[in-house]
């Protein structure tokens, strides 16, 4: 069973959130059972990842109205002063798909826009291989309802180079990187917040995010 929260589309403004995710991107592939490491880095923008501050990274399925926790990463990992995680991913959380993405969740900071909710921030959908899990019928639908609203950033380079638990799969072996200086990306690198293929009507390159969970 997984856990879902519904956010209303007034999150549209997290998309500016500045945590850059470099890892995983729309080409990358997480086996189950073995290391895989979300990375990311400051994309110059507003707020700071001094401000952003801890976070909770998980790995979520869904559209941009309803997300669904599949996996928790790590529940309180500065972004400030670390650059990457290292986790196992779970196989039974869901079937080999290439739905998944990743979602940061400031715990400190609110949205600017809308201070009910936190602050987030999302990678590129990637691939997941050698699972063994499915989607039930509620989370398949939030995946096929991708039309209700973008989901995602332009693919740019930077400028300066939740959830309820619910017999949530947290992986204990979860290893935090300490940050160092982080070289910018190439402009096909991460799309902070780039679903691409959750939001049809925008495509592959921009959105903005409108966002999340039941």
């Known amino acids: 069973m997984f856990s879902s929260l519904f956010v209303s589309l007034g999150l549209a403004a997290s998309a500016l959130a500045n945590v850059y995710i470099t890892s995983p991107v729309a080409s990358s592939t997480?086996?189950?059972?073995?290391?895989?490491?979300?990375?990311?880095?400051?994309?110059?923008?507003?707020?700071?990842?001094?401000?952003?501050?801890?976070?909770?990274?998980?790995?979520?399925?869904?559209?941009?109205?309803?997300?669904?926790?599949?996996?928790?990463?790590?529940?309180?990992?500065?972004?400030?002063?670390?650059?990457?995680?290292?986790?196992?991913?779970?196989?039974?959380?869901?079937?080999?798909?290439?739905?998944?993405?990743?979602?940061?969740?400031?715990?400190?900071?609110k949205d600017s826009a809308q201070p009910q909710y936190p602050e987030m921030a999302f990678s590129a959908k990637?691939?997941?291989?050698?699972?063994?899990?499915?989607?039930?019928?509620?989370?398949?639908?939030?995946?096929?309802?991708?039309s209700t609203a973008p989901i995602g950033t332009p693919t740019t380079t930077?400028?300066?180079?939740?959830?309820?638990?619910?017999?949530?799969?947290t992986t204990a072996s979860t290893t935090i990187h300490s940050s160092t200086s982080v070289p910018s990306p190439t402009a096909n690198s991460a799309d902070k917040?780039?679903?691409?293929?959750?939001?049809?009507?925008?495509?592959?390159a921009a959105a903005l995010i409108g966002a999340s969970l039941l």
């Open 30 to 109: 997480f086996p189950a059972g073995q290391q895989a490491t979300v990375s990311w880095m400051d994309n110059g923008q507003a707020p700071s990842l001094a401000q952003f501050g801890p976070a909770i990274i998980s790995i979520y399925v869904g559209n941009a109205d309803q997300q669904t926790l599949l996996q928790t990463i790590a529940t309180n990992v500065n972004v400030s002063n670390t650059s990457s995680v290292s986790f196992t991913p779970e196989g039974s959380i869901g079937p080999n798909s290439n739905q998944y993405f990743i979602r940061f969740e400031s715990i400190n900071l």
């Open 193 to 204: 917040l780039n679903i691409a293929n959750l939001a049809s009507c925008v495509g592959t």
């Open 158 to 169: 930077p400028a300066g180079a939740s959830a309820i638990p619910s017999m949530v799969k």
């Open 126 to 146: 990637f691939t997941m291989t050698g699972m063994t899990g499915n989607f039930n019928s509620s989370v398949q639908a939030e995946i096929d309802g991708q």
